[in-house]
């Protein structure tokens, strides 16, 4: 990634300290088991999910709906009430 740019173009990783880029099923795999581990150490209490407003109404939705029934938490909070 150039120095001018602002924005990721392409999925990265944490490996020994350091970014670099992944592909993107390493990059989901990986974020599944980050998501998977604190939730197998706190349960409900380990997750926690922020949405958007500028998602769409179905959108959110669908994510607090996972977080309730698939992950048993409540935490869910969104930029709308700001």
């Not at 150039?2 to 173009?9: A, K, V, W």
Request: charged share 25%; hydrophobic share 35%.
């Amino acid at each position: 990634m150039s120095s001018g740019r602002t924005r990721l173009t392409e999925p990265m990783v944490r490996e020994n300290g350091s970014l670099r880029v992944a592909t993107w099923d390493e990059a989901l795999d990986r974020a599944a088991a980050g998501l998977r581990a604190a939730h197998e150490q706190n349960g409900g209490e380990g997750v926690g999910l922020f949405s958007c407003s500028k998602a769409t109404n179905e959108m959110n939705f669908v994510a607090q709906k996972f977080m309730r029934q698939v992950l048993g938490s409540n935490n869910v909070d969104s930029c709308n009430r700001t």
